[in-house]
């Protein structure tokens, strides 16, 4: 089975810098897409970012320039770095995995996630 376990989340005054990783294992496919997603209470769950097997990325227009996205293959985890953290950026941040290099934006085409790590912004 695939698994996804996140951690790194925390509480940062505005302004500041977390990095989350996420460990992955499990699969065995060339070619997939890796991606973190956000959700705060009663709101959709939307990607922030994304990187496939190719090392493409992709990043919301709210969070270009302060998240970067990155991928440590041989340690199989999965980062996000954010900076410049603004408290609007507060939610759950969820790594999310599915197969195949075209990384898709909605998150019923992600067949793998991980628990969640709450980052909160003050």
């Known amino acids: 089975d695939v698994q996804l376990v996140e951690s790194g989340g925390g509480t940062v005054q505005a302004g500041g810098s977390l990095r989350l990783s996420c460990v992955y294992s499990g699969y065995s496919y060339n070619t997939y897409c890796l991606a973190w997603f956000r959700q705060v209470p009663g709101k959709e769950r939307d990607r922030v970012t994304s990187i496939n097997n190719r090392g493409e990325q992709t990043y919301t227009e709210s969070v270009k320039g302060r998240f970067t996205i990155s991928e440590d293959k041989p340690k199989k985890t999965l980062y996000l770095q954010m900076d410049s953290l603004k408290p609007e950026d507060t939610a759950t941040y969820y790594c999310?995995?599915?197969?195949?290099?075209?990384?898709?934006?909605?998150?019923?085409?992600?067949?793998?996630w991980g628990q969640g790590t709450q980052v909160t912004v003050s």
């Open positions: 999310a995995a599915h197969w195949g290099a075209y990384c898709h934006t909605d998150h019923a085409s992600f067949q793998f």
